[in-house]
């Protein structure tokens, strides 16, 4: 009966996603409005929202650096999902997190669920995206908001991003900046939405932090042998070399992007015991039913040439 009646506040309470345009943000509009739940959408483009959503999602337009349009956003709310952009410049990439967590303060809302976008070392590093989550969960447990943390280690969708599917299209090889050999939990953006989701509706895990991931630690070698089976056609596995890897991203994004991200990827062949995570604890609190490998891959729209 409680959890009936939890259901029933939910539905008739709006909740906020920030980053509603984004590739980890947009998921979670869809199945909140999939299970009943009433969104208001905080984005930089109006337009684009408006081609990604149905009508009945109230789009607010503000910035993470306007506190005024943040705490318009946070007015008559009652739950909050924040992720933030990918700011690699510290100082700027804190204040934006610490305005949207003020905003929720001042507003009073019950739950706040953060998607940090990745795992967060014990100690701490050199890697400029650890130290920026690392500070605003700090900021997040400091406020007065409850909340629930999650933790995504790496993202399947990334092997279906600009600068790794051509390899896949075109010569058949999963290029990645990781060895062969180390292990990872590989999870979804989809399943990452339906975990923050789930968070949503629970606010007596108010205080707790997941590392998510998927059922399937998986090497290079495996990840290959699985787009093998699906796509009926041989995939290797080539590690990106790390300079390389940053120097293609700088090209492209610009700097400092490719070096902070390069980072990541260095620290994370360093560290392989640290890729690996056992959900099943996790999915006793936060029910989902995970997306194996094998079903991502059948589920994105690969070119006629793969």
């Known amino acids: 009966m409680l959890k009936i009646l939890n259901l029933q506040v939910m539905s008739n309470s709006k909740i906020l996603v920030y980053g509603a345009n984004s590739a980890q943000g947009t998921p979670v509009v869809h199945r909140?409005?999939?299970?009943?739940?009433?969104?208001?959408?905080?984005?930089?483009?109006?337009?684009?929202?408006?081609?990604?959503?149905?009508?009945?999602?109230?789009?607010?337009?503000?910035?993470?650096?306007?506190?005024?349009?943040?705490?318009?956003?946070?007015?008559?709310?009652?739950?909050?999902?924040?992720?933030?952009?990918?700011?690699?410049?510290?100082?700027v990439a804190v204040n934006?997190?610490?305005?949207?967590?003020?905003?929720?303060?001042?507003?009073?809302?019950?739950?706040?669920?953060?998607?940090?976008?990745?795992?967060?070392?014990?100690?701490?590093?050199?890697?400029t995206s650890f130290e920026i989550k690392r500070n605003i969960e700090q900021y997040i447990?400091?406020?007065?908001?409850?909340?629930?943390?999650?933790?995504?280690?790496?993202?399947?969708?990334?092997?279906?991003?600009?600068?790794?599917?051509?390899?896949?299209?075109?010569?058949?090889?999963?290029?990645?900046?990781?060895?062969?050999?180390?292990?990872?939990?590989?999870?979804?953006?989809?399943?990452?939405?339906?975990?923050?989701?789930?968070a949503l509706k629970r606010p007596e895990l108010a205080g707790s932090t997941f590392d998510i991931g998927g059922l399937e630690a998986l090497n290079g070698q495996e990840i290959a042998e699985r787009f093998t089976k699906v796509l009926n056609h041989p995939f290797t596995y080539e590690q990106i070399p790390i300079d390389a890897f940053e120097q293609g991203l700088n090209q492209a994004f610009g700097e400092p992007t490719g070096t902070e991200i390069a980072k990541i990827y260095s620290w994370r062949a360093a560290h392989p015991e640290e890729a690996v995570i056992d959900v099943n604890t996790?999915?006793?609190?936060?029910?989902?039913?995970?997306?194996?490998?094998?079903?991502?891959?059948r589920h994105i729209k690969w070119t006629d040439s793969v």
């Open 32 to 91: 909140l409005l999939r299970e009943g739940f009433q969104v208001r959408a905080f984005v930089r483009d109006r337009d684009k929202a408006q081609s990604l959503f149905p009508e009945d999602v109230e789009i607010l337009t503000g910035t993470l650096e306007d506190k005024a349009s943040l705490y318009r956003a946070n007015e008559g709310i009652d739950r909050v999902f924040l992720v933030l952009p990918m700011e690699l410049r510290f100082d």
């Open 96 to 127: 934006q997190g610490r305005n949207a967590i003020d905003a929720a303060s001042n507003a009073g809302v019950s739950l706040l669920v953060f998607n940090a976008s990745t795992t967060i070392p014990e100690s701490v590093t050199d890697v």
């Open 141 to 198: 447990h400091q406020s007065s908001v409850p909340q629930i943390i999650l933790r995504p280690i790496v993202y399947m969708d990334n092997l279906a991003a600009p600068w790794s599917i051509p390899s896949i299209i075109h010569q058949r090889v999963i290029a990645y900046p990781l060895p062969l050999e180390t292990k990872i939990s590989w999870i979804s953006l989809d399943d990452a939405a339906a975990f923050a989701v789930e």
């Open 282 to 297: 996790i999915l006793q609190k936060l029910p989902i039913k995970l997306t194996t490998f094998a079903q991502w891959i």
